[in-house]
């Protein structure tokens, strides 16, 4: 298990919409409720539209 993981997860389950990264542990990926790719390829920004209903700028 990675260091943090078990911490990760509790804060991913008192958050309203929990996100985790594609290449994140598998513990906080099963968390969350929606999986986005890596932090290399602007995948955050492309959660950040679509909980807002914006196509993501590519």
Do not use: C, Y
């Not at 991913?12 to 409720?33: N, S, W």
Request: charged share 15%; net charge positive.
């Amino acid at each position: 298990m990675v260091p943090g993981t078990f911490r990760g997860v509790a804060l991913l389950k008192a958050r309203g919409l929990p996100i985790a990264m594609g290449h994140g542990p598998e513990p906080l990926k099963q968390a969350a409720a929606l999986i986005v790719g890596s932090n290399d390829d602007g995948s955050l920004t492309d959660a950040i539209g679509r909980i807002f209903g914006a196509a993501p700028a590519r």
